[in-house]
């Protein structure tokens, strides 16, 4: 039986890409179906098969039943930023910026992180490729080095995952030019600010972009992709995957190589063994920032970390206020779960350290807060008897030094996705870590 695999039109910052096929037009694996418009990326058919609809935000593909790992090659280019455009590689683990823009830069005294922090808990792709062939992130970092004219690059990665820093080190054990850091588990340890800070010491301003401290950061998935792209060439027409939670055979997670983008996050959650009963929340992408989203029509794009199947949402059917992070969710994502709570929502408050830039809410500080009493203060005086938080590891060790104590009962979005996976709760920090 054909499958049909969607592609939508915005798997990057700026604009959507403009569908460049027709309705039944025959599409071969690798070829290019759509156009950047502005800050954009082009996108690539992972599958060979006929187009069978073409919509304002998506392409369908009707997939033969018999299909290869071969793929159309990207032209080949002398310039490697040039090659990352043509590849339509974005960064694979955020919004989706157009790595082509960032390969622009020159800053010849200047650095190239490679951002394997892989920050969200529950996901554990990154880490598995890692693991397994090193190389392949360290090549793409040489790459970009080369196309900016670093001279040094880093490898930015949480010191509990000794497998893969190991790995590393041993890939790495007579380079002079790139040096791994390991880093604090800590959430936001992988924002672009907060990774500067823990590496060099400096805080950039919310409005400053990681080149005022001359580096460029990419995504160590980004990077395999450039290393695809240049040595095979290569358009990015496959995601690695974590797909976990909720699932038959457990809560432990299953890591996915290579999925053609456009597959369905049903079809990967049944080989990942299916979903165990009544569930709550499918969340597309990591527990922080991830957003919920319907089963029949969630689909692997470049950006997609992993797909959550959570427990069901407990219930409080009272008053709640919310309290909103630049790091985590918005407040709309934080409606969305009270909502789901049966939870009526009487005020909502800013953590302090939020200012806005171009209208996005952004930390002043990733990671270090300077606490949230006036906003606890707030909430508890609009009649709020529980409190939703979306705070980073540092925020929420804030509110839990006072919301207890003045007897309010503190709920983060995370918990129904860590207590389905049994991974600690997000409340006060380890000595260590405060």
Known sequence: MSTTYKFPLKMHVGAPSTAIVKEGQIIKRGECIANPEGCGAKIHSSVTGKVSKITENEIFILADDNQSMEYIKIKKCLKIEDTAYEAGI??????????????????????????????????????????????????????????????????????????????LKKALSTALDIEVKELRDMYPMGEERAMIHEIFGTWLNPDQLPLEAKCVVLNGETLENLTNAIEEGKPVIDKDVTIVGKLKGGNGSHVFL?????????????????????????????????????????????????????????????????????????????????????????????????????????????????????????????????????????????????????????????????????????????????
Request: hydrophobic share 35%; charged share 20%; aromatic share 4%.
């Open 90 to 167: 974005v960064g694979a683990g955020g919004a989706g910026f157009p790595t082509h823009i960032k390969l622009k830069s020159q800053i010849p005294d200047g650095y190239v992180i490679a951002n394997c922090v892989e920050c969200e808990p529950a996901l554990h792709h990154n880490m598995k490729v890692l693991e397994n062939n090193p190389q392949i992130v360290i090549k793409g970092l040489r790459y970009a080095m080369s196309a900016i004219g670093a001279q040094k690059g880093y490898i930015a990665i949480k010191a509990k995952n000794k497998n893969a820093i190991a790995s």
């Open 258 to 434: 290579q999925v053609p983008v456009g597959t369905s996050v049903k079809e990967l959650i049944e080989k990942a063994g299916g979903i165990d009963g009544a569930y709550g929340e499918i969340i597309i992408g990591g527990p922080y920032t991830g957003k919920s989203e319907d089963i029949e029509s969630a689909v692997v794009t470049k950006t997609s970390g992993g797909a959550i199947v959570t427990i069901p949402l407990p219930k409080y059917e009272g008053p709640i206020g919310v309290l909103v992070c630049a790091c985590a969710a918005d407040e709309a994502r934080l409606r969305d779960v009270a909502e789901k709570m049966h939870s009526k929502v009487v005020g909502v408050a800013n953590c302090k350290n939020i200012v806005k830039v171009r209208g996005l809410n952004k930390c002043l500080t990733p990671g270090h807060c300077p606490g949230q009493a006036e906003a606890i203060l707030y909430l508890k005086k609009q009649g709020s008897k529980r409190i939703l938080i979306a705070n980073c590891s540092d925020c929420s060790n804030t509110v839990m030094c006072i919301a207890p104590k003045m007897g309010i009962p503190v709920y983060h979005h995370t918990d129904h996705v860590f207590r389905t996976i049994d991974y600690p709760l997000t409340r006060r920090l380890p000595m260590e870590e405060k």
